[in-house]
């Protein structure tokens, strides 16, 4: 295709059993199962090939992407250490990194490797995960507010994981981060899963607050995502951006799929790449 594409969520299966490194396993099961509930066509192991980094690149090259962007996790039940994403990304210049760090597990460490994550690795931002915490928190419990505001000081965006995976649905809720984004109108915040199926009240949020961002990935092919489309032919042009979330769809389909939605032509190219661009700082 001729639009550039930044894949904002793409994540090898190598990575973790969670998505798919190892054949055969209940793990490598959920991974299949997910990609049949968000309407993979086709063989829903379709991500065997990335078990290896040599066929992870392939499928970055074969799906047209100039930048694919790789997440990393730090939960009780799941981490993805910082290092982990900076080893794969620098291996090439298509890959970006987002570091991610939980303030409940590292306490009074958590703005050192915030700033080890950014300023030594060159990870372009940090995911949290307060639904995933042990305790589950809201994005505006006061925990977080100091990586917020270290975050808004380094002028780098916060990555904030949401929707229905999230344990306790209480916590796919929307409403909570409009705090944080008054309380830091600087802040770039990415809503990763666009909080779905709570989306009309996510689009809700971004429309009274510019620095919030909706990465609906694979759930803008689900019901009830029809609403982002048409925020973003009009008010939210600016804040929405692709993702593909591989391994839990392919990634040349979702490109596909997307263009079908009836994005208008002129909101395609801010989509898919000049959205990104702008809040990753790659024009720069």
């Not at 971004?206 to 990935?217: G, K, Y």
Request: overall charge negative; charged content about 20%.
């Amino acid at each position: 295709m001729s639009l550039q594409v930044i894949d904002m969520r793409c994540r090898p299966a190598y990575l973790h059993d969670f998505f798919g490194a190892t054949p055969d396993t209940p793990a490598n099961d959920v991974a299949r199962w997910l990609n049949q509930r968000v309407g993979t066509r086709g063989n829903p192991e379709h991500y065997a090939r990335s078990r290896t980094h040599e066929g992870f690149l392939a499928e970055i090259t074969e799906a047209g992407l100039s930048k694919a962007v790789v997440v990393g996790r730090h939960t009780p039940s799941q981490h993805l250490p910082n290092d982990q994403i900076h080893a794969i990304v620098s291996t090439d210049s298509r890959l970006v990194g987002i570091g991610s760090v939980d303030p409940d597990l590292l306490g009074a460490a958590t703005p050192g490797e915030i700033d080890r994550a950014i300023g030594q690795l060159g990870l372009a931002g940090i995911n949290l995960e307060p639904g995933f915490g042990t305790p589950a928190r809201h994005p505006d419990d006061p925990v977080y507010f100091p990586v917020y505001e270290q975050l808004s000081a380094l002028g780098v965006p916060v990555f904030l994981m949401s929707g229905p995976t999230t344990p306790d649905q209480r916590y796919n809720d929307p409403a909570p981060l409009a705090r944080v984004a008054a309380a830091f109108p600087k802040l770039r915040i990415v809503a990763y899963h666009g909080y779905w199926p709570n989306t009309q009240q996510l689009v809700g949020v971004a429309f009274r607050h510019e620095n919030v961002f909706l990465v609906p990935d694979m759930y803008l092919f689900l019901p009830g995502s029809e609403v982002v489309v048409q925020a973003a032919n009009g008010f939210l042009a600016d804040q929405v951006l692709f993702g593909s979330s591989y391994t839990f769809r392919p990634i040349r389909q979702s490109i596909e799929d997307a263009q079908r939605l009836g994005f208008k032509d002129g909101v395609l190219e801010k989509f898919f790449a000049g959205n990104a661009r702008r809040l990753l700082g790659l024009d720069h």
